[in-house]
C-alpha cells in the first residue's frame, strides 16, 4: 500500500504547495483516535452529574500560525451514573498537509447550567504518533458549582464562550458546527442569565457563533427555546 499511495501523497504535495521538510516534520500522514470514557462528578458531594454537555475537539494548526483547522468535533451528554462516552475515529488524513496536531490533543470541555465550565487536555510531551487519545481516558471529571454571585458565574461563563468563539474564528473549517447541543446548551444559560441582569453585554454565545458562520459561510445554529 505505501508504495501505491506514494505518487498520491507526491501529488498532494505539489498541489497544496507543501515542501517534504514540513511533511517531515509533522510526521504521519494519518491520525485516528481511541474511543474516550469518563465521568462527571461534583465536586464538593462527589455525586454523579447527569445530563452534561461534553465537547472533544482535535486541531490542526501550522507551527505558531494564528490559523487553526477544526479537524475532528464531537459531542456527547453524560447519563445517570455521569459517564460519558466518545467514539473512536480514523484513520483520518491530515488536511492541509502542512499542518498537524499538537501533543495537547484532544481538548475535552464539560458543561452544564449552574457549574462552572471545564476544558482539560493532554500534558505529557509525546513523540508525534498517529493515535491521539487523551489523557483523560477512563477518568473522573469534576464540575464545581460557582461560589460568587449570579454576575460572577456569568462573567466565568462568557469567559467560556469567549475562548469557544476566538477557537472558532481562527478556524478555516465548519467542523464547529458538529457542538448543536454543546452550544445550544451555553447560550441558554446564557439567556437565563441575562434575564437575571447577570450576563455581560453585548452578545449572547449563538449571536457571536452565527455571525462567524455567516462571515464564513457555514450554517447557522439554532436559536435555543426562548424561557
Not at 486541531?59 to 459531542?75: D, G, K, N, P, Y
Not at 455521569?82 to 490533543?105: D, I, M, V
Not at 471545564?118 to 481516558?137: A, C, G, Q
Not at 478555516?172 to 451555553?186: K, V, Y
Request: one cysteine or more; proline letters at 7%.
Amino acid at each position: 500500500m505505501g508504495r501505491i499511495g506514494s505518487p498520491v501523497i507526491l501529488g498532494m504535495l505539489l498541489l497544496s504547495g507543501c515542501s517534504s521538510n514540513a511533511l517531515i516534520y509533522y510526521g504521519p500522514l494519518f491520525y485516528r483516535a481511541p474511543e474516550i470514557r469518563g465521568t462527571v462528578i461534583d465536586s464538593t458531594t462527589k455525586e454523579p452529574v447527569a445530563d452534561a454537555a461534553v465537547a472533544a475537539i482535535w486541531t490542526l494548526q501550522w507551527l505558531e500560525s494564528a490559523t487553526v483547522w477544526l479537524f475532528v468535533v464531537q459531542e456527547t451528554t453524560t447519563d445517570a451514573r455521569g459517564e460519558f462516552h466518545l467514539s473512536a475515529w480514523g484513520p483520518k488524513l491530515r488536511w492541509p498537509l502542512w499542518t498537524g496536531l499538537a501533543y495537547t490533543q484532544p481538548h475535552i470541555s464539560l458543561f452544564k447550567d449552574g457549574y462552572g465550565p471545564l476544558t482539560r487536555s493532554n500534558h505529557k510531551i509525546r513523540p508525534d504518533t498517529s493515535v491521539r487519545d487523551s489523557e483523560w481516558n477512563g477518568e473522573q471529571l469534576s464540575l464545581k458549582r460557582p461560589t460568587g454571585d449570579s454576575k460572577s458565574y456569568g462573567d466565568w461563563v462568557n469567559d467560556f464562550a469567549g475562548d469557544l468563539t476566538s477557537e472558532f474564528r481562527r478556524s478555516r473549517t465548519c467542523a464547529w458546527d458538529a457542538l448543536p447541543n454543546f452550544l445550544r446548551r451555553l447560550d441558554a444559560a446564557a439567556l437565563r442569565l441575562r434575564d437575571e441582569g447577570a450576563w455581560p453585554p453585548p452578545y449572547l454565545p449563538l449571536e457571536r457563533w452565527n455571525g462567524l458562520a455567516r462571515a464564513a459561510g457555514c450554517s447557522p445554529a439554532k436559536e435555543p427555546q426562548a424561557r
